[in-house]
């Protein structure tokens, strides 16, 4: 399976969960994309981010719209795509930064900007990003501080990348396997590796595991 499939299969059902009844529109997107039809997801995000954001009842899917959205530019579902280009990587940072003006809460907006920032080569505004991340204390704290450890370490900061991968294991759920698979997936920042592991949790049938990765 596609490591950025997954990615994109393992947020979904967060958001799913936490969906009025009034979100079809989202939730027929959010389908469509899990589904592997990417060109008729992008449509319907694209059309859910035309509604009126100021609207309470359309606040958070218009938000969540734009994320979809950046997460189909950061991370191509394609089977023989390659990794997303500079430009698709800009794209995915704009949509991002459009959910967060709506919704300044949305942590998966936030991991993933901060990863795109890394692959940008931006390592300053990736650490400053998922900083923020950590900021929202919102329980997703261990992945933060995994992708901080990864930002750290592609930074040539081993003594903080050590620090941030210490405290991500200090947050990690203390459950005993749920903590195995955490440590596996989180500390995987190789995408063939990742894509490995997640696979594995996902032919077991263990799709609580899978979405312990924030796209992410």
């Known amino acids: 399976m596609n490591a950025a499939r997954m990615r994109l299969l393992s947020w979904a059902p967060l958001f799913i969960a936490a969906m ?3 979100a079809a529109d989202l ?8 589904a592997g039809r990417t060109a008729q997801a992008e449509r319907e995000f694209t059309a859910i981010t035309r509604e009126d954001a100021a609207d309470p009842a359309r606040r958070g899917d ?3 719209a734009y994320f979809y959205l950046g997460t189909l530019k950061q991370f191509p579902v394609a089977k023989d795509s390659a990794d997303a280009s500079r430009e698709a990587l800009n794209a995915a940072g704009q949509y991002y930064e459009s959910a967060l003006a ?3 809460r949305l942590g998966g907006a936030l991991n993933n900007l901060a990863r795109a920032q890394l692959q940008l080569g931006d390592h300053r505004g990736a650490l400053a990003t998922i900083d923020r991340a950590l900021a929202l204390a919102d329980g997703r ?10 930002i750290a370490e592609k930074s040539g900061d081993t003594q903080l990348a050590s620090a941030a991968a210490q405290q991500a294991l200090l947050v990690a759920p203390r459950d ?12 995987k920042s190789d995408p063939k590796a990742l894509a490995t592991a997640v696979d594995a949790l996902l032919k077991q049938g263990d799709s609580i595991a899978a979405q312990a990765v924030i796209l992410d």
């Open 141 to 150: 704290e261990a992945i933060y501080h995994a992708t901080r450890a990864d």
């Open 102 to 104: 709506i919704d300044p």
């Open 62 to 64: 218009v938000a969540r």
């Open 176 to 187: 005993v396997s749920r903590r195995q698979r955490f440590t596996t997936l989180a500390f």
């Open 20 to 22: 009025p009844a009034g």
């Open 27 to 34: 939730a027929k997107a959010i389908e469509a994309m899990q």
